[in-house]
């Protein structure tokens, strides 16, 4: 009898096995085709404009800018630009490229036609970005050989390629970086349709079955973003799996939703975490930002960048001169009654007066 050990019934190779499938099923949540992406109509009509145009002539497409808010789908759209030109596409990111020989390394080896996307490009140095100027109009890059007086800039010819570019800053972007790309485009959040046909489309491919009030759960508090809907729905999936008997309707959706600390909203735990220290604590402000972040125990950035911008677009926490304050439906939000807006308004007044008096007292002194 064989000693051999058996490789089907290894379990080390089958949970090898489990888990790169679902890698792979987790990596095919992306489409792959214009036609596949769900939202996005605007930018979708106006790319497949450009890459029907580029194709043909036969010629690469202009030079495409992406932004957005993270997890839109920048990054998709550029493995969607590639695909459709059937092109390969070749990846990297702003803060990966330091000097200006990172990048003309990257340039010199392009294949013709090639697809170079660059994420967070406005993180990019500028040495290089400079170097980049001249790739994209020219296709050319100069590099500088030896320091000094004997330093000597050898051109080198580049195959034509595309670039697409990804930032979340869009107005961090210098001008003549900007000026260089000949298509923008600016992606938007999506509404809780879209998003709901993206959680049917990938509980379709992980092979889960939801409803479509399940599905809608998911997708009314995933914030406008695909990426988050698509986290969502893998978390609702574990507590389907595991306490539920494996299909995700409303029921499931909520309980789940609920252990993660995701409200109806779609608030997390330190979304809710900064409105309540902002209600409860401050009075519903206004305060600073570093101090609203110690109350959190947060970075300031973190704060700012993470938990403001969704609490202000849902109307929650407005942004004033003097500081963060809670709107009346943030108020609502955390159970608490909102101030009336009287006597609010006329303690401001108040403050305000107090100011001016002071203000005036001081040059009457001069």
């Known amino acids: 009898m ?28 992306r489409p792959e085709k214009l036609d596949e992406l769900i939202g996005q109509n605007r930018v979708r009509q106006q790319l497949e404009l450009l890459l ?37 596409l070749r990846q990297t990111s702003g803060p990966a490229i330091e000097r200006s ?25 500028r040495p290089a970005e400079e170097l980049l100027y001249t790739a994209m109009e020219d296709f050319r890059v100069d ?8 330093a000597t800039a050898i051109p080198l010819d580049l195959e034509p390629f595309t670039l697409v570019g990804a930032t979340t800053r869009s107005g961090l972007l210098t001008g003549p970086l900007r000026d260089r790309f000949g298509f923008m485009g600016q992606l938007e959040f999506y509404d809780a349709c879209d998003l709901e046909t ?37 978390r609702v999936r574990d507590y389907a799996q595991v306490r539920a ?29 900064v409105l309540y220290a902002l209600v409860e604590s401050f009075n519903g402000g206004p305060v600073g930002l570093a101090t609203l972040a110690v109350a959190v125990g947060e970075q300031a950035d973190t704060v700012e960048e993470v938990c403001e911008p969704f609490l202000v677009r849902s109307g929650l926490l407005a942004r004033t001169p003097r500081g963060r304050v809670a709107t009346d ?15 609010g308004a006329a303690a401001q007044n108040a403050l305000f007066d107090i100011d001016a008096a002071s203000a005036d007292s001081v040059k009457e002194s001069e």
């Open 329 to 343: 439906k943030g108020w609502r939000h955390v159970g608490k009654t909102p101030p009336q807006s009287g006597a």
């Open 143 to 150: 590099v500088v050989v030896g320091k000094g007086p004997g």
């Open 198 to 234: 993206i959680v049917h489309r990938s509980a379709h491919i992980c092979a889960v079955e939801v409803t479509d009030d399940g599905a809608w759960e998911i997708a009314r508090r995933s914030r406008g973003t695909p990426r988050i809907a698509n986290r969502l729905l893998r």
């Open 245 to 273: 008997d494996g299909v995700i309707d409303r029921a499931v959706a909520r309980a789940a939703l609920e252990l993660y600390d995701v409200d109806e909203l779609g608030l997390d735990r330190l979304d809710k975490a």
């Open 52 to 88: 029907s145009g580029a194709k043909g002539r036969q010629t690469p497409p202009d030079h495409i800018l992406l932004s957005g808010p993270p997890g839109l789908g920048k990054t998709t759209l550029a493995m969607i630009v590639a695909a459709e030109l059937g092109v390969p």
């Open 101 to 125: 020989g990172d990048l003309a390394a990257v340039l010199t080896s392009l294949t013709p036609g090639e697809v170079l996307f660059v994420d967070e490009i406005h993180r990019m140095a």
């Open 2 to 29: 064989s000693t051999e050990p058996d490789d089907f019934h290894d379990p080390d190779i089958t949970s090898a096995t489990a888990h790169t499938a679902e890698t792979s099923a987790e990596a095919s949540l």
